[in-house]
């Protein structure tokens, strides 16, 4: 029975290629954008989840607002996790991670940079699962000045050697060794950090620290199983009285109640899973840029509609073209063949439209899979095809879609009546108003995707062309130069004799890109104001940089050091409670030193120190040149500037590897994953587009055929081809005029939020929604309009001939 069915199914495909090869080709689209869009979820979903404990470990994380500062940061103090497993039994464990930026490593007097060193807990193998591999498996990091390393970053210091036994030498305030104790293999990908070098924080100065106020440790805790984390949570203020309290009155000379009362501070248990999608941190506070959970929603959401929309083509052509097979129905009806077997043999046709689907599909992935990952700036690997979970949803398609795209087809071609059906009294007009429902929803979830890309990339051009208050153009850093030493004034005047640069300043502080972080205390009036960011720079910072001064004067040599001068942002002097002209007054900095009285002589205008999704904040600059060189070029031959500088740096220091950076690059790399999700959003809208067209073309198609007659009276009475296809069209596009009037709503709604992320956004002009309607006029016009003319001109008396 099953093989007739089969016969008969492609047989009906055979006769009708035209509407099955539109079925298949947005069926497979559909199913292919799925599957792309399934491993990138299952991949962002992943993270962390290879730890044992995953389930039951939290992140320590900082919340407060102190006199108005919001302070959401993921580093914490150093004794936070010794506390909790002290005061709250819940906790059984802690470990604690602190990085090391750039670290220099030498072996056999061969000296490395850019490995990913990190100071653990000698316990820290014990709560997160990355196996040894070799050397000490139980207490690898026990003893001070023991690393454990990667695999593979033991090769490069150790090539064929055993590295077990052999030291590294840190040069950081002078030289440590660290032995090798044990090695791992990488930690897997979808970790929230990747190390290649762990060592011991026996004997690692800031890991004894008892400060509940300076913070640099990311502290992670492992609960009980079955713990209640809104319970432990309640807990933790009381924790941090106890500790912090007598700290904060030492240190600002007022009581926790006291401080309390104007200001809230937090510790927030963040469990571990979240982290990767849930850590809406500054860049700076994080071990790693993370991902964003509302761009796994988009993504999820894009799929099923895909599918639905591709599913959605399906049934409608198959309802469409229900009058051509009505009379089969019937004579198979009158010949004994019961409902139930109809509804099979239609099914079968479904699931084998889905089974070559699904075929073709899997080719399209194949073809796309490196191209979405170039644009969406993925690391996603082919053998994602065969896990379990993408396994399951192609054997999930095979069924499912069948029903689903098949199934009302199936029921409604079946409960044709016998006599109607043979006498062809059949209009297939009842179903209209479902399939102006399906293509109105195609319609709406396209103008959605159209509005959304055109407002990210809008607000992408907005921060391009946004007034940042300072020049990020033609600006090289080089990072690194404080490494020359003495050289490093040699390098800055072989430079600035080149007649590209036209100015240079010392800083590790930039903008964007890899830059030194601080901050201070401030006091006002021997009281505790807040803290702000703090910039050390030169004399030249500002006309290198060639930011406003609004107020005052730079630095400047002809004035000594002035170490007790300080230049202000607008912000700042706002929060300090400064008129316009804050020249000349004073405030109070908390230092290592102790506290020191600075005195204003400038304001500069505000400028974009963090990501635009960031309000600007307070920040003052000091006059305490150090790190690296920031060159401006003035030439537009970059690259010859580059090879001429790094031809320098190997005269001065052949043992450090010369880097540098664009300022502009380092930029534009703040916002790459909004401009990933722009790339990606604008290949899935024109793939629905593309999707919803077929079934568009597929039912223009349909309804040419079924007034193929009506056409041909029509031209013998006179009517022009335009006219014709403006008859055809006016339905269609009636119902995509309805799409746009739910989907702005829905549009203008969505991406009013994703805005909100961003502090400097653009409005959502009204232009937007006319673009996006222009755009989907346009195309879905053009593709019935394609069909249209194609109908029109068919010659009258081939259409009026007799059957």
Partial sequence: MFKTNLKIAWRNIHKNKGMFAINIIGLSFGIATCLLI?????????????????????????????????MKEAVTMAPVSAAFIEDIPEVLDGTRIDKLYNPKLTYNNTSYRNSKFAYVDPNFFEVFTLPIVKGDALTPLAKPNTIVITTKEAEKYFGNEDPIGKQLVLERNGDHRFTVTALIDEVPSNSHFHFNIFASTEGY??????????????????????????????????????????????????????FTSKNKVNLVLQPLTDIHLKSNFTATSQIEQGGDIKTVYIFTAIAIFMLLIACINFMNLSTASASKRAKEVGIRKVLGSTRKRLIIQFMVEAFMATVIA??????????????????????????????????????????FIPFLAGGYPAFFLSSFKPIKAIKSKFSGSGNNNLRSGLVIFQFIISALLIVATLVVEQQMQFIQQKDLGYDKDQLLVLRDAYLLGNDIDALRNELLADARVSQITQSAYTPAGNSDVSMSGIFLNDQFLRRMFTYDIDDQYIPTMNMELVSGRNFSKDFGIEDDKVIINETARKALGFGNDAVG?????????????????????????????QEVEPLIMLNNPYGGLIVKVRSKDMSGLIEMANTTWLHYNAKEVFDYFILDDAFNETYVSERKMGYTLTL????????????????????????????????VLGSSVSQIVTLLSKEFLKLVMIAFIIAFPLAYYIMKNWLQDFAYRIDLSPWVFVSSALITMFIAFLTVGIKGIQAASVNPIKSLKTE
């Fill in 585 to 613: 007054e004073v405030f109070v900095r908390d230092t290592n030193d102790g506290k020191k009285e600075l005195t204003i002589i400038g304001v500069v205008k505000d400028f974009h120190f963090k990501s635009l999704k």
């Fill in 205 to 258: 100065a800031p890991a004894k620290s008892t400060s509940w106020t300076d913070s640099g440790f990311f502290n992670y805790l492992v609960l009980k199983e079955g713990t209640d984390l809104a319970a432990v949570q309640k807990k933790v203020p009381a924790l941090i009285e106890k500790y912090m309290g007598p700290q904060i009155k030492t240190e600002i000379g007022i009581s926790y109640a006291e």
């Fill in 684 to 715: 899935f809208a024109g793939l629905t587009i593309f999707v919803a067209c077929l079934g568009l073309f597929g039912l223009v198609t349909y309804t040419a055929e079924r007034r193929i007659k009506e056409i041909g009276i029509r031209k």
């Fill in 38 to 70: 399934s491993l990138f979820v299952f991949d962002e979903l992943s993270y962390d989840r290879y730890n044992e404990k995953a389930d039951r470990m939290v992140r320590v994380v900082f919340n407060a607002t102190i006199n108005g500062e919001q």
């Fill in 358 to 399: 699904v075929v073709l599909a899997i080719g399209i992935f194949m073809i796309a899979f490196p191209i979405f990952n170039e644009l969406a700036g993925e690391r996603l690997n082919i053998a994602y095809l065969l896990k379990p979970q993408i396994i399951l949803i192609l054997v999930g398609f095979l069924i």
